[in-house]
């Protein structure tokens, strides 16, 4: 069934915009929905109509605003299966990834909704005798949240319920590629009684609408996550007007596989990083460090499960592993596949595109070896299902080898030393480190985000949100002198 996809600007769908389709990546001629993308000139209303909505939704108590989240993810909540399941059509992944997904998303929105009984400042001793000293936190305006197709439904839930808890009003614009999540959401919100312009969704081109969204000024604040090269040439438009910016950007995340580990812990978990969604989580595991003594009974494991693993059609409840989201994502992956074969590397498992599942875009989980830590399939991020092997003569040197990159997002440990973990986590320049678990794969209620060039600003969820979408007020309350 084919559904009619628009913007939702000031309380109301618009109608109207350049047409585009939205597809199945497993059935690329079967269109999900049909989609009106807004141009500039819709956006800038988007912000004017946030802009307009803000001083009331900031006037509002927080816990009132936090009745209206709750009551958005008690009604996603009834509808997660089905929502999960158009996640899938438009994204790719597992029915199974799609669902729990969506109730990630419901998760996220209760908590931030619990978020809004919390206290909200601090009050301080003064020098001055009487004086009532407090620092409160208040909201910081209009925010465009600016979101990838790869987690459709719980990273604009991370983004924008915090900035609604805290008293913002929200811009959005989701990824072309998952438009039906993105309106889904929406509609939770709004049919919860979010009032008209305090959520605003901008379904469009990241180049036709992006810069509004990023330069308008009534715009406090970007939240932004994709890639480097889009992050940070927004970061700059963005910073020279004087905007508050957080980023979250890509990965090349390593996993540490010492000659201690339990391999067949190890090599499952390895291969939920690099292999689940297909590959394409920031968090995923793309280099996978492993101490000479174990790399042959480990490598023999995660070869099984490359093998093993059923890939195909997303929506089969036994698929582990769906196709690339996109035509384009397969292209990428596909000419990384062609470098690792130039740079000398070896395919012990997958290495191509599953041409005998017909159009989807699929590619085989891949395990490549013999590759240097300079080649390009190393150093650079492939968003694919595809590991690259590299050993190390010993723990010194897998350190070395893991913190060998420009990124620092999240990062895997696999050891039955206490002394080595410990190491580890005070070693390894990642913003999320995990022992004897999968790189990928977060809880929100702790802060998110990455070292180095994978982001900036400050982290995500959990309580660290507040950082980005509040500022403080500090408050000198002082008293008339009493007259006789
Ligand atoms: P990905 O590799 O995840 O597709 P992108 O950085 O291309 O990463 O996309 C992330 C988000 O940024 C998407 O919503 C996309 O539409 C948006 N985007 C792309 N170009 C721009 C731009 N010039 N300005 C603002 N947003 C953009």
Request: hydrophobic share 15%; charged share 25%; no cysteine.
């Given at each position: 069934m084919t559904v009619e996809l628009r913007s939702y600007v000031g309380g109301k769908w618009q109608v109207g915009g350049r047409a585009a389709q939205d597809r199945n990546p497993a059935r690329p001629s079967e269109v999900v929905g049909d989609v009106q993308h807004a141009d500039a000139r819709l956006a800038a209303q988007a912000v004017d109509a946030a802009a307009a909505a803000f001083p009331a939704w900031r006037s509002l108590p927080a816990p009132a605003r936090g009745d209206i989240l709750r009551k958005a993810a008690d009604l996603l909540d009834q509808r997660a299966a089905d929502v999960g399941r158009d996640l899938t059509r438009e994204e790719g992944k597992t029915l199974a990834e799609g669902i729990g997904e969506t109730r990630r998303a419901v998760q996220i929105l209760r908590y931030f909704a619990g978020q809004t009984l919390e206290p909200d400042g601090q009050t301080y001793p003064s020098h001055t005798p009487g004086l009532f000293l407090y620092a409160r936190r208040e909201p910081i305006g209009v925010v465009s949240a600016i979101t990838p197709w790869n987690f459709p439904i719980a990273i604009p839930a991370w983004k924008i319920a915090p900035a609604l808890a805290y008293g913002n009003a929200v811009v959005w614009k989701p990824a072309e590629l998952v438009p039906l999540t993105a309106v889904h959401l929406l509609q939770a919100l709004v049919d919860a009684g979010l009032p008209a312009g305090v959520l605003n969704l901008v379904l469009g081109r990241g180049s036709e609408v992006g810069d509004v969204l990023v330069t308008h000024a009534a715009v406090h604040a970007i939240t932004f996550t994709g890639s480097n090269s889009v992050g940070r040439a927004l970061q700059q438009k963005a910073t020279e007007k004087g905007k508050k910016v957080q980023l979250e950007l890509g990965g090349k995340n390593p996993a540490v596989v010492l000659a201690d580990a339990d391999l067949d812990q190890a090599a499952e978990q390895v291969a939920r990083g690099a292999f689940l969604s297909a590959g394409q989580k920031c968090t995923a595991t793309s280099r996978v460090i492993v101490e000479a003594p174990v790399l042959r009974g480990f490598q023999e494991r995660l070869v099984a499960l490359a093998e093993g693993w059923k890939l195909g059609d997303?929506?089969?409840?036994?698929?582990r592993v769906g196709p690339l989201v996109s035509a384009d994502q397969l292209k990428t992956v596909t000419d990384y596949l062609d470098i690792a074969v130039h740079e000398g590397g070896h395919m012990l498992a997958g290495g191509s595109r599953a041409a005998e599942l017909g159009e989807g875009f699929y590619i085989k989980p891949t395990v490549i070896a013999?590759?240097?830590?300079?080649?390009r399939v190393v150093r650079e991020e492939i968003f694919g299902p595809v590991a690259a092997l590299l050993p190390a003569a010993s723990y010194d040197e897998a350190i070395q080898l893991a913190n060998d990159t420009l990124y620092g997002l999240s990062a895997s440990v696999f050891t039955n030393d206490l002394t080595r973990a410990f190491r580890f986590a005070d070693e390894i320049h990642a913003g999320v480190v995990k022992v004897n678990q999968e790189s990928a794969g977060i809880e929100f209620q702790v802060p998110f985000g990455g070292m180095q060039e994978s982001s900036s600003g400050s982290r995500e969820q959990g309580k660290a949100a507040r950082e980005f979408f509040t500022q403080w007020k500090t408050v000198y309350m002082d008293r008339v002198p009493a007259r006789a």
């Open positions: 997303p929506l089969e409840s036994d698929t013999n590759v240097g830590p300079d080649s």
